[in-house]
């Protein structure tokens, strides 16, 4: 079998376990700690429900994996998750639009927004931590001021279908996520896009005398996160009937959590959506099987940043060791 490796990420089904087989062993190895603690962990309707959960934060998490590959950071994707929520759930409700139109809005702001962001970033010259971050303030704030800061009920039956359809036992979000993972592949690692993203995560210089027009990737890779991010905050609505202005806090978290478990470096260049994959299953495992226990959400918040800091301190031990 030919394998090719491009910026850290290996291609290929045995490049892809040689890569990753570290989270692997550890994704395996929380499941049987879960399986043996709690007998109804590993049985196929909870681990459905599993893929269920962990759809919208993997959908964030894939646009993500672009942002930290090309050496960017975005911490407004919950924000935006939240205000594209409510843009759909309000235009629906309150101003009686079709629900095609509606979720057009929605994915629209989120676009609005991630152009905003890459723009600043990428024009300005600003952090990208520091424009995200307020970025994040700016657009919660929306959020509220969209609903009144009130939970805003949507009665549409075909707007319940978007994320509470199912396909035999498959709901609808795992199939949406399934479908953005090989679609984000392809460009990912088949494309000049991807090729690019890479490059400018490597050596942003490099790329820049190469040719590159690195504004361009950059403003593209924020549009990307922006609009997965309403991709995912639409399907939470659809789900719970409702939008909530408070949907999304700590979203970013547990995306940035899952890339970085996945073996992207936060330094850019470094990274792959196999391993966002095994990452984002970790997080969802993780806190399906400690609410299982009953474990407190407070211990679980605990318990994800080790998590994290784990992750990062293992990526700076690879650097060392390079």
Partial sequence: ??????????????????????????????CVVFGIAAPNFITASNLLNVLRQVSTNGIIAFAMTFVIIIGGIDLSVGAISAAAMMVTTCTIAYWNVPVVCGVLLGLLFGVVVGFVNGVIISKAGMAPFIVTLAMTTIVRGIAYITSNAKPVRVFDDGFALIGGGFIGPISFPVIYMVVILIIMSIVLYKTQFGRYVYAIGGNREAAKFSGIHISKIEISVYVISGLFSAISGIILASRMYTGQPTTGEGAELDAIAAVVLGGASLTGGVGGLGGTVIGVLIIGILSNGLNMLNVSYYYQLIIKGIVILLAVYIDALKKRKK
């Fill in 1 to 30: 079998m030919q394998k090719r490796k491009l910026g850290g990420a290996d291609i290929g089904a045995l490049g892809f376990l040689k890569g990753n087989w570290g989270i692997l062993v550890g994704l395996i190895g929380i």
